[in-house]
């Protein structure tokens, strides 16, 4: 009588598909969760951390699935190769922010003035206000946390403009209005400037708002990242000068020890492209 051998199934290999195609929906949710408000920011990172240790139980998973096909040939390599692969592609972005971890400081407030930067009224009483739920505190801008920052970021500085305060606060608004950012609070402007700052924040060089204000402007707003949509705050004052214009920023994050340098790059994006609506007249600060 013939016999004939029966090749067994890899039940761990497709465990490792099924977590790993589970992750998938998983992640969508997450970010669906935080973006419609739904769970706070530090539900959502202990739901992506949760996320992540499904991603390395995956590929543990199809570690031992590689051990079973190679020394009792088993059936599951394809089921093993769709998971590894799977999950390989969704830690990619853990490994990218675990390698911006390292190359940036563990900080999460950043300004172009370290010495007295951009001030936050309204953002203070919010994070006051939010500090029992995981809200970050704003950051103590001592010697020894500006040595910091011009160690880590030497390029985020303060910009100059050969131009008056109400052409800088114009193309600031449009600016803002076309990141889609949440305006806290504007102080310093004339009450007749006051009536012209709707138009200003959809504006450009057709806004209405032309007279030149004597004081500084601050602006507070809030940004929100692209994907998750976690929130950070930013600043941004701007100093009329004797015939020129100074403008500052700050961003921090709300929730996070670390915010991986997004903070310096955002400022950086934002005032290039200042650069950009004010070309011809930008300078270092």
Known sequence: MTGYYERRTSRVAYWCQGIAATCIPYFVIVILLHRFAKVTTPETLVLIAFGLLMLLASLAFGARAVFDLWNRGDRGGGATIRGVLLSTIML???????????KHPAI??????????PAFVEVARIREAGLAKGMNPLANYDDNYADLL??????VGSRRYDTG????????????????????????????????????????EDAPLDLDAP????IEAVASSRIFGFKS???????PEAESTLVDMRSASRY???????NAAQIEKFLADLDTALVGIAGEG
């Open 233 to 239: 705050d930013v600043a941004i004052a701007i100093h």
């Open 256 to 262: 996070g020890h670390h915010d991986f340098g997004a």
């Open 215 to 218: 004081n500084d402007i601050e």
């Open 150 to 155: 011009i160690s880590a970021y030497p390029k």
């Open 92 to 102: 990619a972005p853990f490994v990218w922010y675990a390698w911006l971890a390292v």
């Open 165 to 204: 305060s109400a052409r800088i606060y114009t193309a600031v608004r449009a600016l803002i209005a076309k990141r889609h950012w949440q305006v806290l609070a504007v102080r310093g402007l004339r009450t007749q400037d006051k009536a012209a700052e709707g138009d200003a924040a959809t504006g450009g």
């Open 108 to 117: 999460n407030d950043v300004a172009t003035d370290f010495g007295s930067p």
